[in-house]
T-cell receptor, first 111, second 114 residues
């Protein structure tokens, strides 16, 4: 079956630091890949997505590139802000249109 | 994109009782999904609810415990039945899943069973 493995947290960074959260997946066929963010006390929001190999999703300074050869979709941001503190979930959608989530990574950004 | 209104946002319930969670969408959608997020954990799909058919449950979830209704293309309910403290979680509904689009989530229902 499909699975998503993402970097264990928590991750603690200082403001303006570089962020990488690793995500790798196992899936049959050609999944679509997503990053979702959950701010404290809120629901999930779609951060970015990529639907085919070599696509780069980007939003709010975050980027992730769909790498089929390494089955990865790592999330990056060049300069994090305190307001980026949240839980980040990597997810894939398989051929059955169901989402499979990673376990989530808690990011805390200190001023 | 579509907007989902989910309620209640939170509730504290006695064990043995049931709680019904509602999701209202501001447009017609074919597929709706219900997820559970246990404390400190990721999201687990409970079931897929399509209008006009029985919900399809994932392994480990059964209709007697989590009955779902989908009376039309804009509304769905999930009931958590005969609750125990182990049911304390955040429950979320979701729509989407088209060929290119992402999924939209409701704001979640934080359930505590005492």
């Amino acid at each position: 079956g499909n699975s998503v493995t993402q970097m264990e947290g928590p991750v603690t960074l200082s403001e303006e630091a570089f962020l990488t959260i690793n995500c790798t997946y196992t899936a049959t066929g050609y999944p679509s890949l997503f990053w979702y963010v959950q701010y404290p006390g809120e629901g999930l929001q779609l951060l970015l997505k990529a639907t085919k190999a070599d696509d780069k999703g980007s939003n709010k300074g975050f980027e992730a590139t769909y790498r089929k050869e390494t089955t990865s979709f790592h999330l990056e941001k060049g300069s994090v802000q305190v307001s980026d503190s949240a839980v980040y979930f990597c997810a894939l959608r398989g051929s059955n249109y169901k989402l499979t989530f990673g376990k989530g990574t808690l990011l805390t950004v200190n001023p | 994109s579509a907007v989902i209104s989910q309620k209640p946002s939170r509730d504290i319930c006695q064990r043995g009782t049931s709680l019904t969670i509602q999701c209202q969408v501001d447009s017609q959608v074919t597929m709706m999904f219900w997820y559970r997020q246990q404390p400190g954990q990721s999201l687990t799909l409970i079931a897929t609810a399509n209008q006009g058919s029985e919900a399809t449950y994932e392994s480990g979830f059964v209709i007697d415990k989590f009955p779902i209704s989908r009376p039309n293309l804009t509304f769905s309910t999930l009931t958590v039945s005969n609750m125990s403290p182990e049911d304390s979680s955040i429950y979320l509904c979701s729509i989407g899943g088209g060929p290119l689009g992402g999924y939209t989530f409701g704001s979640g229902t934080r359930l505590t069973v005492v």
